[in-house]
């Protein structure tokens, strides 16, 4: 005798999607976004990068890959003062990295440590300076180290462009000293260190997060900028890479092909730097922002 057994009917069980788990449509809107900001940020430099290796006949065209040549390089190094203003551009950004990095370091440090006269004062002018655009400035500086004699000269542009960014990253770092405990400080009283020497030896090699990004900063203000460069200096032998590439357009018309050359060349630096740079950026700006 067969004995039928009747077995419930399974049912599917819903898939519950886990919180924040995207849906393929929205995973893959999210990657198409991407791609396409992507190549908004890539075909800029690309195109720069592919006109420089084209003939000038070709410059303005979109034959990017017809007779690829290095000759606008040659012709850049071997006809105008390139050499001349890369480095005059590479002394002035190194002085200002460097100096700005000890000055706004220090007076960081000043500021997160010490209590003294004018400190509210001090802290609201550094805040207050970042507030006036270079048309402003521009005229006040010139007058300046006109009356100093420091026009056509790069110390001139050197203590200009530490009043850019010593502000900027003095608040930043203090900021980022806020958030080192004090009591790193007080050991180093008890060890009969003096204040610079606490600062020198105990706080500033936990503060590298904070000085890679003062010094980015520093060096891409200096090593970028295009009005004060023009400015105050003249001659080919004082540019810097910012009036020299201005040499290469007139009202006349732009050379396409050395002005390209000029500005692959000149990105390369300031990769270098951003690359060696980038791990402590995201830290340095975040910890620099916890505290005002």
Known sequence: MTTVTNTPARHAVPKVRL??????????????????TSVIAVFPVLWVLLTSLKPAKYATTTDFFRETTLVNYTDLIRDTEFLTWFANSAIIAGLSTVIGV??????GYAVSRFRFPGKRGLMWTLLITQMFPVAVLIVPIYNIMSSLGLLNKSAGLVITYLTISVPFCAWMMKG???TIPREIDESGEVDGLTPFGTFWRLILPLAKPGLAVTAFYSFITAWGEVAYASAFLVGDENLTLAGGLQKFVNQYGAQWGPM?????????PAA????FAQKHLVTGMSAGAVKG
């Open 102 to 107: 000890f000055v706004a370091a220090t007076t």
């Open 272 to 275: 270098l730097v951003f690359l």
């Open 176 to 178: 980022f000293f806020d």
């Open 19 to 36: 919180r924040g788990e995207r849906s393929p449509l929205a995973s893959v809107a999210l990657h198409l976004t991407l791609i396409i």
């Open 260 to 268: 390209t050359a000029a500005s692959v060349l000149i990105a390369i």
